[in-house]
């Protein structure tokens, strides 16, 4: 199995797979969404993480699931955290053989 080593961000799927094939502005969307202008400018901007909230109701108005945006979203989440985290003094746990 390979793992992605710079997934995208949600907000980057949101506007190629989306916004842009739909010739829909962020503002539109947010209009559609019921959420404020601002949450979905700063997303599709990747300025912000993508909520719970959020990802119901773009799974509610795309037709998609909810899990589908949360897994974008932890898949960048780790990724981030795999390239900043400094695992360096940790040793992992030696387990005992039987």
């Known amino acids: 199995m390979t793992l992605l080593t710079n997934p995208s961000h949600p907000g980057d799927m949101l506007v190629e797979l989306y916004l842009e094939p739909l010739g829909m ?3 539109t969307l947010a209009r559609r969404l ?7 400018e ?3 901007k990747c300025e912000t993480t993508l909520s719970i909230d959020t990802a119901i109701r773009l799974s509610k108005f795309f037709g998609t699931t909810a ?3 949360i897994n974008l ?3 960048h989440d780790l990724a981030q955290a795999r390239a900043d985290v400094d695992l360096s003094r940790i040793t992992p746990l030696a387990v ?3």
């Open 73 to 75: 979203q932890c898949a």
């Open 67 to 69: 899990e589908f945006w």
């Open 96 to 98: 005992a053989a039987k």
């Open 25 to 27: 502005s962020a503002i």
């Open 42 to 44: 700063r997303l599709v």
């Open 34 to 40: 019921d959420v404020p202008r601002k949450r979905i």
